[in-house]
C-alpha cells in the first residue's frame, strides 16, 4: 500500500468530555467492538483505583489488560485507528490539550441528562482553535435525560455549533430500543449484550416497515420527533464537517454498548483522515509528500518506573517512517537516529517498524527532544508551534536545602522544556524564583515526585492564590497602563513575553476597558 493510501485509511482521533461522562466506558467498548479485545467486564473495582495516574491505567487496573499508553492504536473494517488519551479527571492536564494538536478529528462525548458541561466545552474551544471535525456522541440514554430536541439546542446555542444529527433514538431510559439512521432511514434494534459484556445483536429494518416491531405508539412519536426535527437540525455535509462547522450527532449508551456500533462506523468510514500541516514559513506539507516529517506533542517520564526513561509522543505528519531512520530536529538542527520507537496495540506496547501519516510513535527520549519539535530527515523544519493554555493554579517553589539552588533550577527548566509546568519570572528579580503555573494541579504532583527522583531536590510548593493568567499584547501604553498601577501583577513568561496573574477576572476586564490598546489572550500567541 502507498504512503497515501496507508495515510487515507488512518483515523486519529481523541475522545473529549467532561469528567463521568463515560469516556473510559466509551474507550473500552470501541475496543470491544473494534475486535481489539475480546469481553468487556463490568467494572466495579473503579473506586478503589482512584489514584491512578491515567484514565486507561484505571482500566487496565480494572480489566487487567495492558493499555497502559497514550494511544491505543486498533484496525476496524478498512481503517486503522489511533485513539489518543485526552484525561479528564484529577490528570487533567496541559498535556489534555496539547494531545488535541496530534489529531485529525475529536468525539466529544455529553452525558444527555447533563448537556454540555464547563469541561467539555473548553476542550471544545482548543478543538475549534484548529477546525477540528467534532462527532457528538450522545450517552447514557439507558437512563432518562433531557429531551433529544432541547439537547440538540443546548449544543448548537452553548457551542456556537451547527449539528447534524446522523442518527436519532427511539425511546429513552429503559424504553431506549435503538437508532434510526437519518440517512438511509434504517431502524437499528438492539438487543443481548449481556449488560455491555459482549457485542449486541442487532436487527435492523426500514423504518416504513417498523410499526408493528415498534408498536403503534412509539412508531408515532418516532415520526413526530423525525418531523420536528426537520426544521431543527442542519444537513449533513463533509466539507462543513471537515471545515469543524457542522458536527454530526449519534446516541447510544456506552454502558450497554447501545449505539457503539454506527459511531464506530462513521469513524472508520467517513472521519477525517490526516491532512496537510503548515510550517512556520508557511509551506504546505502534504500527508503523501515523501519526505517523513513528524512532531513531538507529548513528552511522558517514568512511563516504566523500574527504569527512568523518557518518552516523546510523535505523530507522523507526512512520508514512511522507518525503523533506525536518522532525522534532524528542527530547533537545534541536532542529528538523532531513532532506533528504538515504539507503537501501541491495544494489547501491548511493541517495536514500530514502519508508521505512516496519522500514527503514533513512542520515541526513547535521550533528553534533546521537546514539546512542539519537528522532526524531519534532511532539512530543519519547524511546523507551527503547541500553543500553552493559561494556567489555572500557581505556586512558588520553598527550597528545603538551600544548598540545592542550583539542581533546583536545573530541574525546573528541564521540566519546563518537557511542558510539565510553566514558569514565570518577576522582573525585579530576573530569572531567580520563578511562579510556577498548571493547568491541573496534579502536574505539581509530577514536578514534586521528579525533581525528588530525578534531581534530589526536596521542595514545598506554596499554592498562590492567583487562578487566572492571560498573554498580553496590544500598545507599549497598555503594558505601560498596568505596570504603574502596582496592583496588576505583570511577569514575564520563558520567552521574556509579558503575562498578567490575577485572582479573579474582574480586574481584567477593568483593564481591558481602561488600559488604551489592551490585549489579552488565553492562549500563547505564537
Ligand atoms: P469518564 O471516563 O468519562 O470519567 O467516565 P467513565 O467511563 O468512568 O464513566 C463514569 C460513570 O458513568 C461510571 O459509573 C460508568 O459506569 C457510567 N457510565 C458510562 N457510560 C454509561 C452509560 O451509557 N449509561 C449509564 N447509565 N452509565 C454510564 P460509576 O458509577 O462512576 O462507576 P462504577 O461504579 O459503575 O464502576
Redo the contacts with the bound molecule.
Sequence with gaps: MSVAEQARRRRTFGII?H???????LTEKLLLYSGAIHLAGS??S??SSRHAVS?WMKLEQERGISITSSVLQFEYENAALNLLDTP??ADFSEDTYRVLAAVDSAVMLVDHSKGVESRTRKLFEVCRMRNLPMITFM??L??PGLDPLDLLEDISSTLNLRVAPINWPIGMGKEFQGVVDLRTRQVLLFSGGDKGASVLTTETMHLDDAEERLGSKVYNEVLEELELLEGAGDPFTEEEFFAGELSPIFWG????NFGVEPLLKFVAAESASPGSRMTSDGEEIRPDDDEFTGFIFKIQANMNPRHRDRVAFMRVVSGQFTRGIDVTIGRSGEQLRLSNPHTFMAQERSIVEEAFPGDIVGLYDPGKLRIGDTLAVSRRLAYDGIPRFAPEHFARVILKDPMKRKQLDAGLTQLAHEGVIQLFYRPDVGRQAPYLGAVGVLQFEVLKERLLNEYRVKCILERLSYQYARWISGSEEALKWLEDRRDYPVLRDRNDQPVLLSDSLWPMNFALQNAPGLELHEVEPL
Design positions: 468530555s469528567p463521568d461522562a463515560g469516556k473510559t466506558t467494572v466495579k473503579r473506586k484514565d479528564g479527571h450517552n447514557k439507558d437512563r449508551s456506552a454502558l450497554t
